[in-house]
């Protein structure tokens, strides 16, 4: 059971916006920042998005992020298919004294 | 280029003991606190340990707290964690992550190096 609640899936076709939404508690989320990642098929995770809606020099303005109390949200418009991949929700949670992952949403472009 | 490279990996029956290390390059390794995340087969990721720039803050999670230790080398650039009283339940990869600071995430990861428990 992971401590941040992202669903398990997501989908939609090319060009499309998808939105996936990680819930989490004051602990967490409601007390510090969001970050985002994204794990393409058979390699390691990847920094998509910083500190809620900030992106690391390399990704594409088509990802952006966004928080509101203790949940925060991960948007991709203008769909890939190389966007294929399965996203982690993640932020510092100061009862466990590290970082805590939601359980990964796999986006499926169709 | 920032360059993470984890070692140690291997199958080892319960109860046993393995010492994984990460090699670092590209960045000034004794600015940076850095992390262990694991990722059973199949599943998500889970946050392991972490250890500060200079080695006196440690953080564990419970999942591995009182049987995992990590550790690091700054004169080698080198990140280690020994475990312990391994359970089938550790198996999984595991990388070796660098943070990005200020609770701004994990930026930089390794590749993993694969730790199987089973007897």
């Known amino acids: 059971q992971s401590v941040l609640t992202q669903p398990p899936s997501a989908s939609g076709t090319p060009g499309q916006r998808v939105t996936i939404s990680c819930s989490g508690s004051?602990?967490?989320?409601?007390?510090?920042?969001a970050n985002w990642y994204q794990q393409l098929p058979g390699t390691a995770p990847k920094l998509l998005i910083y500190?809620?809606?900030r992106r690391p020099s390399g990704v594409p303005d088509r990802f952006s992020g966004s928080k509101s109390g203790t949940s925060a949200s991960l948007a991709i418009s203008g769909l890939q298919s190389e966007d294929e991949a399965d996203y982690y929700c993640a932020a510092w949670d100061d009862s466990l004294n590290g970082p805590v992952f939601g359980g990964g949403t796999k986006l499926t472009v169709l | 280029e920032v360059q993470l490279v984890e070692s140690g990996g291997a199958v080892v029956q319960p109860g046993g003991s393995l010492r994984l290390s990460c090699a670092a390059s590209?960045?000034?390794?004794?600015?940076?606190?850095m992390h262990w995340v694991r990722q059973a087969p199949g599943k998500g990721l889970e946050w392991v340990s972490l250890i500060g720039w200079d080695g006196g803050n440690t953080f564990y999670a419970d999942s591995v707290k009182g049987r995992f230790t990590i550790s690091r080398d700054n004169s080698k650039n080198s990140l280690y964690l020994q475990m312990n009283s391994l359970r089938t339940e550790d198996t999984a990869l595991y990388y070796c992550?660098?943070?990005?600071?200020?609770?701004?995430?994990?930026?930089?990861w390794g590749q993993g190096t694969l730790v199987t428990v089973s007897s």
């Open positions: 590209g960045f000034t390794f004794d600015d940076d606190t």
């Open positions: 004051s602990s967490n989320i409601g007390s510090k920042t």
């Open positions: 992550v660098k943070d990005k600071g200020g609770y701004d995430g994990l930026d930089y």
């Open positions: 500190s809620n809606n």
